[in-house]
């Protein structure tokens, strides 16, 4: 097996030698083993295992239970691995074989944005094309779409967006004061000077939000 990267690894190369006598469920660990590589196969097996019940075979009450007791992944992530496969199947089925070392493969996470963004009704059907090409295309990463295209395919309603600006302001002002405070690098008088700067934004913003309230 070589050298573990890590315990989760060791841990999941362990079960996956331990149930060597049902291929099904040994093939499940080795995918999950490797399903930052190749994260379609991994996806296509968990779904198999869905529609057939296989969890209850090997005593789980539930695929999710199963998942994160033996393969180390959490709910949320076997859910967009699952939907994520089952759309691309739906949608652009030729990606499922595609190779990985010489085509763009996207991310399960970015076809999720694509999934959901197609599923909302308040999103733009040409921005939603964009999306799906630069999934398809260029292997866009997720965190990338969220950045261009989240305020656009999920609209957020004044108060939801000020709540957001306003915790982000707070966190970045709170450790730029806690640095500003250890530091040698920014000289002593001009720290104090931003320093009680940023402690007249946080009053406004406190003072604003009892205001709101």
Sequence with gaps: MGTFRTKTEAALAGSEKEHAGDPERAELLRRARLFKASWIELAEGLTQARRRQRWKDWGYDSLESYAKTELHLKQETVDKLTGSYSFLKRRAPSVLG?????????SY????????AEESEDAPRDVVETIRKRVLDDATSAGTLTRTY???VFP????TRRA????????????????????RVVRGELAAEVGE???????????DAEQAA
Excluded: C, Q, Y
């Design 197 to 207: 700067a940023l402690s007249k934004l946080l009053e406004a913003i406190e003072d």
């Design 156 to 159: 957020v309603d004044a108060d």
């Design 109 to 116: 996470e970015a076809v999720d944005f694509w999934r959901r």
């Design 164 to 183: 957001r600006d306003v915790a982000g302001i707070k966190n970045v002002a709170k450790r730029l004061a806690e640095l500003l405070h250890g530091t």
């Design 150 to 152: 989240g305020d656009v």
């Design 98 to 106: 595609r190779d990985a070392v010489s085509e763009p493969m996207p």
